[in-house]
């Protein structure tokens, strides 16, 4: 069964950062590539980034120099590193295998928000 639980989200000045980080079951990250995705208030869910297998990263334009994905294989974890937090960040972040396949289980999420 399928396990996705992401958590370090919370309130955080614009300019500030946040770790988050998301518990996997093995075989969903074992196997494939993981993602971090946002959903903010009245849109549609997006791709922040990913990282492959053996480590590659790709991200969105909109947060390349700023955020960093990184996962540890052993603890079946990924990271997403958050700096220069902008208050067009504030969404829930997700994490899930990339690319996520129609019908795919996600976790409860966890709500970043950057406001003064």
């Known amino acids: 069964q399928v396990q996705l639980v992401e958590s370090g989200g919370g309130l955080v000045q614009p300019g500030g950062s946040l770790r988050l980080s998301c518990a996997a079951s093995?075989?969903?990250?074992?196997?494939?590539?993981m993602g971090w995705y946002r959903q903010a208030p009245g849109k549609e869910r997006e791709l922040v980034g990913y990282?492959?297998?053996?480590?590659?990263?790709n991200y969105a334009n909109f947060v390349k120099g700023r955020f960093t994905i990184s996962r540890d294989n052993a603890k079946n974890t990924v990271y997403l590193q958050m700096n220069s937090l902008k208050p067009e960040d504030t969404a829930v972040y997700y994490c899930?295998?990339?690319?996520?396949?129609?019908?795919?289980?996600w976790g409860n999420g966890t709500l970043v928000t950057v406001s003064s």
């Open positions: 899930n295998r990339f690319p996520p396949y129609r019908g795919d289980y």
């Open positions: 093995g075989s969903i990250f074992i196997i494939n590539p």
């Open positions: 990282i492959s297998r053996g480590g590659t990263t």
